[in-house]
C-alpha cells in the first residue's frame, strides 16, 4: 500500500492569512510561478498588527474576501470554490513574528487517506528496496548538513511542514535565495491552489534540542539562522493540474518539484540566504542513467512516529527505479524509514568534482515507511528554476 508522502499538517485553526492562491505558466509551459510578494509589516491595522497593501486589498475584495476579517487573523473560510486559482500573483506577505515555537510546534502528521497499491503499475520499475533506517545529522545542523531547513506554511487543515534545501542561483553567485522543495510543498494540485504563509528556516532547530524542549524554546533557539518568507513560488504545471494528495491515484508525483525565492522576516545586514544557512547546492538537470549512480542521501525533518520533527535525519542507499505510469518519467526509489515532514528533503549525488549535487526531491512513499521515491529532474524542472532565478535577477 502506498501514499503520497504529504506535508505534515495539524487541525489547529489559522490566524492570519496571507496568500492568495494561482495558477500561472512560465517558459514553455512548464510552470506556474510567483512574482514578488509585499510586505504587510509596515504599519498596524486591526488585531493582526500590521496594513495590507492597496493592490492586495483590491485583489481580496476582488474574490469576495471580508478584509476587517482578514486584519484580524479569523479568515478561515478555505472553502474549495473560493480557494483562489485566478490571480496571476503568488502573494505571501510578510507578518512579523507570526511563526512562533507555539504555533511550529502545532506542525503534526494528519489523518491520511487510505493509499492505493501501485503493484499493476507499467514502465520499468526495480524490486523494492530493503528498508534502510534513517540516521540523525550530528548538531549544530548547519555545520554539518549545511542549507538544509524546514517549510513551515499553512493550508486549510492547518499549519504545515516540509522540508527543503538552498540550491545555487545562477542570477547570484554565491548569493542565492533560492530554496528547492517538493510541488505539494506550495501548490494543493488540482484541487486547490497556492498554500498561505510560507517560510524557509534553515537549520531549524540547529543544537538538535529535543521536541519536548523546543515547545520551551525561544524564537532564536528554533530558527537560529532566521525565518525566510517565500516572495515567489513555482511548481510543474503538471503538478498543478494533475497533482494531489490521494495516494498513488496520484500520476503526478514525476513532476512533484518546486522552487521558492525568499526573503528575510527581519533584515540580514545585506546577506543572503546562501551566506546566512552556510551553503547551497547545485541541481543536475542531466543526472547519469538509475543504474549508473552508486549511492544518493536524502535528507529532511521527519516529524511523524517514530520521528517529531526536531531532528535532521538522513539515508543512504543505491538507487533503483520506480515508474508510475509507461509514458511518464521513471522515479529514483531508495530505501528509507523517514516519514512524513521528509517531503520535499533533497536528494544529493556525488558530482563530477566529489561534491554532492541535488538530484531529486522527497516526494512519496509507503506507509508504514520502507521507502522513499522522488522525480528525475528534467527539462520542466530546468525551465521551472531558470525561471525563478531570471525573475528575481534585478534583485
Known sequence: MRSIRRPVLAAAALTAVVALTATGCGPEGNQADGKPSQSADQGSAGGGGFTIPKDIQDKLKEHGVDLDKWKNGEWKNWDKDKWLREASEFINPIIKGLWDPDRASK???????????????????????????????????GRNAPGLGKIFFDTPEGHAVCSGAVVKDPAHPGKSNLVWTAGHCVHAGKSGGWYRN???????????????????????EMFPKGVWWADGASTSNQWISQGGPQGNSVPMAPYDFAIMHVTPEKGAGNKSLEEVAGGAYSVDFNASAIPDISSITAQGYPAEAPFDGSSLQQCTDKPGRLSLAAQKPTMYRIGCLMTAGSSGGPWFAKGSDGKPVLVSNTSIGPRPAGWLAGPHLGPEAKSMYGAMSKKFASQ
Open 107 to 141: 506542525a503534526k502528521p494528519p489523518k491520511e487517506p487510505t493509499p492505493k497499491d501501485i503493484s499493476g503499475d507499467q514502465g520499468r520499475t526495480d524490486p523494492e528496496p530493503r528498508p534502510v533506517q534513517a540516521k540523525a545529522v550530528k548538531p549544530p545542523f
Open 198 to 220: 510560507m517560510i524557509f528556516a534553515p537549520s531549524f532547530n540547529d543544537s538538535g534540542k529535543p521536541a519536548a524542549q523546543l515547545e520551551r524554546a525561544t524564537r532564536e
